[in-house]
């Protein structure tokens, strides 16, 4: 992920770069990897309101060229012998207008309030959801899906017990459980 954030950040605005062409870089990237077999689902690269669509996905039809401003959101994964990934994040390109910089700090804000929380024994992950929805719902703001997920091994990268839903949930998270923050 690292590789590619320094590619797009070199030739964004300098080249033709599409929704397409970031899946396609993520897969190349990934593919020079040691002990890499595969993507864990497709790439998910949404830019300007694709962005807000869940579960987006690409097409030439629907496609958008990036420019150097707006903001893009990424959800990207790879199966490697030791481990399956999932990432999921904003990324800001030069300028970006003032509602786009509120909603880019309410995720921000979310994403850190749960990734810094320690929790006590017995907690689940409805119990956590809610911290991650604070910052937005002080502004009457909420999203549709789940805060995160657990992570499968070369099967479906959402695998449970394990997630962070406002869904009911009795699964105690446990130590060594691993769950995103999406």
């Known amino acids: 992920m690292v590789k590619f954030l320094l590619w797009l950040e070199k030739n964004i605005g300098r080249q033709e770069i599409s929704e397409i062409t970031v899946s396609e ?4 990237l990934r593919s020079r990897q040691p002990d890499n077999i595969g993507i864990s689902f497709e790439t998910i690269a949404g830019y300007k309101d694709h962005g807000a669509m869940m579960h987006y996905f690409a097409t030439e039809e629907s496609k958008y060229m990036l420019e150097d401003k707006g903001m893009m959101v990424l959800d990207s994964g790879g199966q490697y012998l030791n481990g ?11 300028e970006i207008n003032e509602e786009e910089r509120t909603d880019f700090t309410l995720v921000l804000k979310a994403h850190i309030a749960l990734a810094s929380t320690k929790f006590l024994y017995g907690a689940t ?4 959801d809610v911290l991650a929805r604070k910052p ?3 502004l009457g703001l909420d999203y549709k899906c789940g805060t995160g997920h657990g992570v499968g091994y070369c099967l479906s990268v959402h695998e449970g017990p394990q997630s962070l839903s406002p869904r009911p949930n009795n699964v105690k998270l446990e130590r060594g459980m691993i769950v995103t923050i999406e």
Do not use: A, H, M
Request: net charge neutral.
């Open 25 to 28: 870089k993520l897969k190349e």
């Open 84 to 94: 399956t990934t999932d990432i999921t994040r904003t990324i800001v390109f030069n």
């Open 125 to 128: 992950g409805s119990n956590l």
């Open 136 to 138: 937005l719902w002080e």
